[in-house]
């Protein structure tokens, strides 16, 4: 079972925007850092946009000013803004939460499954 679902994922044409959605499933305490990851065959994961709790953001160069990185806390979901979007940024997009379930309770690392999107130039 899925501990982390992700969606927003698809097919847009270069100068276009897409938002990610990330949501963790089951009791969630609080969200220590998250971020999103992106990958392309034959190559490893990179960092695209990573945040932590203290409100401390770090973007990959290539999608600074372009993307954007933020949470809404009511929901525990998290976003990925991508705007002005090159065909250079197609890949498959992985969110990552880092987070606790219950107070004293140990810390979660989870990974979503991963979405694809697709920048057509």
């Known amino acids: 079972q899925a501990q982390v679902l992700e969606s927003g994922g698809g097919l847009v044409q270069a100068g276009g925007s897409m938002r990610l959605s990330c949501e963790p499933s089951g009791n969630v305490l609080s969200i220590r850092n998250w971020g999103w990851y992106r990958q392309v065959p034959g190559k490893q994961r990179e960092m695209v946009a990573v945040?932590?709790?203290?409100?401390?953001?770090n973007y990959a160069d290539s999608v600074k000013d372009r993307f954007t990185i933020s949470r809404e806390t009511a929901k525990n979901t998290v976003y990925l803004q991508m705007d002005k979007l090159k065909p250079e940024d197609t890949g498959a997009y992985y969110c990552n939460i880092q987070l606790r379930r219950v107070p004293g309770g140990r810390a979660y690392d989870l990974w979503g499954q991963g979405t694809q999107v697709t920048v057509s130039s």
């Open positions: 945040r932590t709790s203290g409100g401390a953001s």
